[in-house]
Nanobody
Framework: QVQLVESGGGLVQPGGSLRLSCAAS????????MTWYRQAPGKERELVAA????????NYADSVKGRFTISKDNAKNTAYLQMNSLKPEDTAVYYC?????????????WGQGTQVTVSS
């Protein structure tokens, strides 16, 4: 049974930092590209940051470039999202997503989400 469990969310003041973790089990983590998404109330889910399976390439939404860093530790089966200089508009539920795909097949898993609230 595949599980993705996010943790590390919470309430933080503007300008503060949080590190989200996504612990994976039940899959060969090194085969999976990882993506963090977020969804704010009344808005669509949006991609925040993505990293390739081996961790060699990353991609970020323009709104978080220079402030957020995605990483993955294949030895620990965990992906991370380091969030610095947080702004109120970063408030959302953050979800991690794991995808592995090949010729004619794809596996796609989601975590349950963790709430991040940026407020003074």
């Amino acid at each position: 049974q595949v599980q993705l469990v996010e943790s590390g969310g919470g309430l933080v003041q503007p300008g503060g930092s949080l590190r989200l973790s996504c612990a994976a089990s039940g899959l060969t983590f090194s085969m999976y590209a990882m993506t963090w998404y977020r969804q704010a109330p009344g808005k669509e889910r949006e991609l925040v940051a993505a990293i390739t399976a081996a961790g060699g390439s990353t991609n970020y939404a323009d709104s978080v470039k220079g402030r957020f860093t995605i990483s993955k530790d294949n030895a620990k089966n965990t992906a991370y999202l380091q969030m610095n200089s947080l702004k109120p508009e970063d408030t959302a539920v953050y979800y991690c997503n794991a995808v592995a795909a090949g010729s004619g097949w794809e596996y796609d898993y989601w975590g349950q989400g963790t709430q991040v609230t940026v407020s003074s």
